[in-house]
């Protein structure tokens, strides 16, 4: 018999049930939901709502199958619906009828809004530490690579000299970001909807603040109707995980590029790409791949939440229900993208030489040419019409800038002096890049020193 069945005269189909049912998923809410279920039967025994014994008892019911459950001892069944209603009708099984008073001053609605509260909090921790990881892994590369000079691009154009340290704290930057997003999603999802009761609170004389101490929240949801119809808190994280991905596959679609033939600025660890079954000679940037295809369903989770809850009417409705294997799906994701993402950069093997190769080929430094022109004196418009000449000229007859004899440079303007080599050398235009936030490695290791400062501050 269903626990809400007295008004119903017959059982339900078996199809509704297994419609109906959440309990293949949110069963992995359990511990949140006995949490917050002690703290609040603590607080209905405080407040004489029921006696301080059957407090007791529910909470030492509760303990006890707490620790079953996670001792495997424990099964649940569909026909319970939820988490909510299994724990409910195991803990009168188990202690009899006292724990009946279990849900006195509560909804399922109030209570299902907790416990994924609860669980999301606990799981940004997980998260915040494994991206610090990430951030740390990120900081410890770039300090190898200050001076590793690589070609910096625009639309996919080699475009000026920059290092691969520079590249990659651009990433530093996005993942902080991130991070500060997972704070704010936090402080969004730290505050109590229990006491909410189905949507218009309990004429119970409830102690909300007493369960907010008892649990650690910030404060409590301080309109019941929002309490139980928020689900912003849940779209905050998918939205940061969103961008988090984002980033992620950004990253992962240029170590898939760098580790192609035709660039081969990396090779990835033998541990951490995948071969063919049919050619001998390949190894795949698979986890870079798969990192950049699961952003798709993590953006999937985001729209598919954010459509679910655009015509809700008010309080809540069983649709927001489907906000939980969104969430734990994005979660799930992000647990393990990141991990295997942070090691598959820490043991990728940046190749140098080639970086440095492809920065000398593709007139990186032609605008460094124009300055050149600009500090002799001509206004940079005259002096990029010509470089622009020469690049021509050297696009024509298969050459690099460098490799041009000081004739040829005289012969487009007579400006030119010896000095245009080591002005136009890779070397000089990354080092003389020494503004805030450029490239030259007196820059990037001032980049470094706060990157690691704030990772200090957060460790
Ligand atoms: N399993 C439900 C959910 O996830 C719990 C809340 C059910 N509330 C209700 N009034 N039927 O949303």
């Known amino acids: 018999m269903k626990l809400w069945g007295g008004r119903f005269a017959k059982e339900t189909d078996a199809l509704t049930d297994h419609f109906n049912s959440s309990i293949s998923f949110d069963q992995r809410l359990y511990k949140h939901d006995i949490l917050g279920s002690i703290a609040h039967v603590a607080m209905l025994g405080k407040q004489n709502i029921i006696s301080l014994e059957e407090s007791n008892a529910i909470q030492a019911g509760l303990s006890d199958l707490l620790s079953d459950i996670e001792a495997g001892h424990v099964s649940f069944d569909e026909k319970m619906e939820d988490i909510h209603m299994n724990i409910e009708s195991l803990l009168i099984s188990r202690i009899g009828d006292v724990a009946k008073k279990m849900h006195t001053g509560r909804s399922r609605n109030d209570q299902v809004a907790l416990d994924v509260r609860l669980y999301t909090l606990d799981e940004i921790k997980t998260l915040k530490e494994m991206l610090f990881t990430l951030m740390k892994a990120v900081t410890d590369i770039a300090s190898l690579h200050t001076e590793t000079i690589m070609p910096g691009y625009t639309h996919l154009q080699r475009a000026q000299p920059i290092t691969f340290a520079h590249h990659l704290m651009?990433?530093?930057?996005?993942?902080?970001?991130?991070?500060k997003r997972l704070d704010f999603a936090y402080e969004n999802t730290n505050y109590l909807p229990l006491g909410s009761g189905a949507l218009a609170t309990t004429t119970y004389p409830l102690n909300r603040d007493d369960v907010v101490n008892a649990l650690h929240f910030n404060g409590i949801c301080e309109n019941s109707i929002d309490g139980v119809s928020d689900r912003d808190f849940v779209l905050d994280l998918l939205y940061t995980?969103?961008?988090?991905?984002?980033?992620?596959?950004?990253?992962?679609?240029?170590?898939?590029?760098?580790?192609?033939?035709?660039?081969?600025?990396?090779?990835?660890?033998?541990?951490?790409?995948?071969?063919?079954?049919?050619?001998?000679?390949?190894?795949?940037?698979?986890?870079?791949?798969?990192?950049?295809?699961?952003?798709?369903?993590?953006?999937?989770?985001?729209?598919?939440?954010?459509?679910?809850?655009?015509?809700?009417?008010l309080a809540y409705n069983k649709d927001m229900q489907e906000d939980k294997e969104r969430l734990f799906d994005s979660i799930d994701t992000l647990k393990m993208c990141l991990p295997i993402f942070t090691q598959m950069l820490l043991t990728m093997n940046v190749c140098k030489e080639n970086m440095y190769n492809a920065a000398s080929g593709g007139f990186t430094n032609a605008t460094d040419a124009a300055d050149y022109l600009v500090k002799k004196g001509l206004a940079f418009r005259d002096a990029h019409e010509v470089i622009g000449k020469l690049v021509l000229h050297c696009v024509t007859n298969h050459t690099s800038l460098e490799a041009l004899p000081l004739e040829t440079y005289k012969s487009i303007h007579p400006i030119f002096?010896?000095?245009?080599?080591?002005?136009i050398s890779?070397?000089?235009?990354?080092?003389?890049?020494?503004?805030?936030?450029?490239?030259?490695?007196?820059?990037?290791?001032?980049?470094?020193?706060?990157?690691?400062?704030?990772?200090?501050?957060?460790?």
């Open 170 to 179: 651009a990433y530093f930057e996005m993942f902080k970001r991130d991070y």
């Open 241 to 313: 995980l969103s961008t988090l991905m984002m980033h992620l596959s950004r990253l992962s679609e240029e170590i898939i590029l760098w580790s192609s033939h035709e660039f081969h600025f990396v090779d990835l660890d033998d541990a951490y790409s995948t071969g063919s079954s049919i050619m001998p000679q390949k190894k795949n940037p698979d986890i870079a791949e798969l990192v950049r295809g699961k952003t798709g369903r993590v953006y999937g989770n985001l729209m598919g939440l954010l459509t679910t809850m655009k015509g809700l009417p």
């Open 417 to 423: 002096e010896e000095d245009v080599y080591e002005a």
């Open 426 to 459: 890779l070397k000089t235009c990354v080092s003389g890049r020494k503004v805030k936030g450029g490239p030259s490695p007196e820059a990037v290791n001032m980049h470094l020193e706060k990157a690691k400062a704030y990772l200090n501050a957060i460790a």
